[in-house]
């Protein structure tokens, strides 16, 4: 899980290809990831001599967050700095596949298929899991698959001193350092040795991706064994975490994380990302794709992820829940319909624009930038489509006598540039 920042996780560390159909390298899971770090320039090279100037001087800092020095000189006995941990951090390109291409991954037969053999197999487990913690089993089933490709591709990676060669690298220096002396805390609590603690580059650990500071407030021992493994070919402890996760943030047993819906002729636009209830939806003359009406469970958010040529949902808070693990849009879509089609659900109703493009980073902060020439401020020219930016978007849409989707596309952005 993770949050988010650029390298990956509950957060937002680096978006890779989330889910995609091989091992998804991000960086965090249930973790969200703070911004990466400003650029000072450029950057002297790091070293075997510096990292191990750097462990010394980190070792007082651990031992004074509790960490026993018989477990710091264990945990670092074979730690060695790892440049292709910082290549990787330091080359992370946004992720700017377009949502269709990220589903046609995430949501494969093959994952489908997979998924539901899995359903079978792990039947007793998920099922109490699902008692326990109120989440339907195909939902965790779902993180699983679009985490580890149903625990696949774990990762390799030695955590400790790949944490700590980020944490020496600097571009995000105290994230990294919180992470690691995480990580040192469950060697110490005799979860896992050192040497049996892998994962991604970037820190996400077992079957589900935790990264250790979720770790450490989430995780689960559900098969009552001592210890909270979620890194064990047994995926019990890894399901039940994630699961633990989900009910934390308010998960609602029983409650779609969204359902796809049919918008009416000469519909409002102006109500894309507004959230309503589903009462009000119904008399804007909104309905279930393929007919009928909305299950009401509460508030419900417009959610048109390609615009207003594109599928178009309602979301529910559940969605929200998702986001909680990852918060990237197409990573809770991907999650909520790869559920579906695990309990047999079929595909969207309706076609992607699939003629479109994704923008390229630089084509995001050239929209970003021209849009508050224009008197649309994005908030920031960062590259990152955020509330601010949709926001002006639809406020220039509006202006400019367009559908007010909030959708970017390769169109505006040329459009924008006629002035």
């Known amino acids: 899980m993770r949050k988010t920042f650029t390298a ?35 950057r002297q090279p790091g070293s075997q001599s510096g990292f191990n100037r750097w462990v010394e ?21 074979n730690a060695s700095y790892m440049p292709d941990v910082v290549q990787r951090d330091r080359n992370q390109a946004e992720f700017t596949r377009a949502i269709w291409d990220y589903l046609d991954g995430a949501v494969s037969a093959t994952r489908i ?13 998920l099922q109490a899991i699902e008692a326990r913690y109120g989440v339907e089993k195909e939902v965790v089933l779902a993180v699983w698959g679009m985490e580890s490709s149903y625990g696949g591709f774990r990762g390799t990676t030695p955590i400790i001193p790949a944490l700590a060669t980020l944490a020496y690298d ?14 040192l805390k469950i060697v110490q609590a005799g979860d896992i040795g050192p040497e049996a603690m892998t994962g991604s580059w970037a820190g996400a650990m077992g079957h589900t991706q935790f990264m250790p500071t979720s770790y450490l407030d989430y995780a689960v021992d559900f098969t009552g064994d001592g210890r909270r493994d979620i890194w064990s070919d047994d995926p019990s402890d890894a399901l039940a975490s994630a699961a633990a996760y989900l009910a934390r943030f308010g998960w609602t047993r029983g409650q779609p994380w969204g359902v796809e819906v049919q918008l009416p002729q000469g519909f409002n636009h102006a109500l894309v990302g507004t959230a309503r209830p589903v009462g009000d939806w119904a008399a804007q003359g909104v309905r279930l794709a393929g007919g009928g009406a909305i299950p009401n469970h509460g508030n419900a958010q417009l959610f048109l992820p390609a615009g207003a040529r594109g599928p178009a949902f309602l979301t529910f808070s559940n969605f ?46 050239e929209l970003q930038r021209l849009l508050t020439a224009r008197g649309f401020d994005t908030g920031g020219v960062d590259g990152r489509i955020g509330p601010n930016t949709l926001a002006a978007v639809r406020a220039y849409q509006s202006a400019a006598g367009l559908t007010p989707d909030g959708y970017v596309s390769a169109d505006l952005l040329t459009r924008l540039r006629r002035g």
Not at 10 to 17: F, I, S
Not at 57 to 77: E, M, N
Not at 114 to 125: N, P, Q, W
Not at 170 to 176: D, E, I, L, N, V
């Open 8 to 42: 990956l996780g509950l957060a937002t560390l680096l978006l890779p290809g989330c889910g995609m159909g091989g091992p998804v390298d991000r960086s965090a899971r249930p973790e969200a990831r703070p911004a990466p770090a400003a650029d000072a320039g450029p």
């Open 57 to 77: 001087g980190f070792r007082p800092r651990a031992t004074a967050q509790g960490i026993s020095p018989q477990v710091f000189d264990r945990a670092f006995r």
């Open 113 to 125: 298929n997979t998924g539901r053999a899995k359903l079978a197999e792990h039947a007793r487990v």
């Open 170 to 183: 600097g571009r995000r220096g105290p994230f990294f350092e919180e992470q690691l002396v995480a990580a």
């Open 320 to 365: 929200a829940v998702i986001k909680r693990y990852n918060s990237s849009d197409s990573y809770a879509l991907g999650i909520g319909h790869l559920s579906d089609r695990l309990r047999g659900g079929g595909p969207f109703r309706a076609d992607w624009p699939r003629g479109d493009r994704a923008l390229s980073v630089a084509e995001r902060q």
